[in-house]
């Protein structure tokens, strides 16, 4: 079965720094999510990418999935306090894209921002 | 902008008892999902439903657990007799499409029903 190892576990930084979030996948991925979970929230989509080498940018965060598909990165650029919480990178769980929303998560990297 | 609700947000039960939780989908979803997490684990898939019945389920959603659209706007997850295990915050989820390739299949949450078994 796919597992999704996400690095760092945990992440303190200064408010104004940027920081990266990686996600490896011990399988091709076929459809990589990142979402962001406040404690004890709902999980809040952020994007998805599908393509070898795609990458996709939402206000200060860029999201980039590796040529071979098996690692994601979620970069923050100039980190605010909003930015904290737990960041989860998910993968369809079955080849080919028909995951039929049946996703496998990453445990997650709590993110804390100091303003 | 259109969300996933739940209710409760937390409940607390004894062991054995029936829980049911609500979950109320995007109205224009077609695809329905129940996750949980267990406190300090990863979220887990538990089960997908589509057109009035079960797409996928896990290993998790054993006879215990049965899910229901029981009218046009609720999705429910019955825990029929609760254990100690069971303790977890569920999440409800419903998407567009179930194929990533169509590129809706991306899943909208709930803010989730955290459930407590003593």
């Known amino acids: 079965s796919q597992e999704l190892e996400q690095s760092p576990q945990s992440l303190i930084v200064q408010e104004g720094k940027n920081l990266t979030i990686n996600c490896t996948s011990s399988?091709?991925?076929?459809?990589l999510y990142w979402y962001k979970q406040k404690y004890g929230e709902g999980l809040i989509f952020l994007m998805m990418?599908?393509?070898?080498?795609e990458e996709k940018s939402h206000e200060k965060i860029t999201a980039k999935l590796d040529e071979k598909k098996q690692q994601s990165s979620l970069h923050i650029t100039a980190s605010q306090p909003s930015h904290a919480g737990i960041y989860l990178c998910g993968a369809d769980k079955n080849a080919g894209g028909t995951s039929y929303g049946k996703l496998t998560f990453g445990q997650g990297t709590i993110l804390t921002v100091h303003p | 902008e259109p969300e996933v609700t739940q209710t409760p947000s937390h409940q607390v039960t004894q062991m054995g008892q029936e829980v049911i939780l609500r979950c109320v989908p995007i109205s224009n979803h077609l695809y329905f999902y129940w996750y949980r997490q267990i406190l300090g684990q990863k979220v887990e898939f538990l089960v997908s439903f589509y057109n009035n019945e079960i797409s996928e389920k896990s290993e998790i959603f054993d006879d215990q657990f049965s899910v229901e659209r029981p009218d046009g706007s609720n999705f429910t997850l019955k825990i029929r007799s609760t254990k100690l295990e069971d303790s977890a915050m569920y999440f409800c989820?419903?998407?567009?499409?179930?194929?990533?390739?169509?590129?809706?299949?991306?899943?909208?949450f709930g803010a989730g029903s955290r459930l407590t078994v003593l």
């Open positions: 990418l599908q393509k070898g080498g």
């Open positions: 989820a419903s998407s567009e499409w179930a194929s990533s390739y169509s590129g809706a299949n991306v899943l909208t």
């Open positions: 399988k091709t991925l076929y459809g």
